[in-house]
């Protein structure tokens, strides 16, 4: 088993960063994901990061304003926000997966076994 646990959201203007940490404990994961699910809408892939390797996946979305990264020794992730814009209001998951995730499958939520409670990032205009 895996306890996920975010942190870090909050409400922001547009322009503004955020800084979400998703600590983890339990068996060992290989991948990590960050997801998101905004109000009517299905949940979609944001970031993603192969432990091992730091090797990062991103959305095209977010591809140069958000950036994953991970601590070893805190076995946590981060996902650092910049020039957040309000259609990234939604609430954020870390997902973590025992498997190293290759190709498009570290994309998927359905690879994830293992969910965070999530944490809610508003950002006005």
């Known amino acids: 088993q895996v306890q996920l646990v975010e942190s870090g959201g909050g409400l922001v203007q547009a322009g503004g960063s955020l800084r979400l940490s998703c600590a983890a404990s339990?068996?060992?994961?290989?991948?990590m994901g960050w997801f998101r699910q905004a109000p009517g809408k299905e949940r979609e892939f944001v970031a993603a990061i192969r432990w091992s390797s730091g090797n990062t996946y991103y959305a095209d979305s977010v591809k140069g304003r958000f950036t994953i990264s991970r601590d070893n020794a805190k076995n946590t992730v981060y996902l650092q926000m910049n020039s957040l814009k309000p259609e990234d209001t939604a609430v954020y998951y870390c997902?973590?997966?025992?498997?190293?995730?290759?190709?498009?499958?570290?994309?998927?939520?359905?690879?994830?076994?293992?969910w965070g409670q999530g944490t809610q990032v508003t950002v006005s205009s």
């Open positions: 997902a973590a997966s025992p498997a190293v995730l290759v190709g498009l499958l570290i994309s998927k939520d359905y690879e994830y076994p293992y």
């Open positions: 339990g068996r060992t994961s290989s991948s």
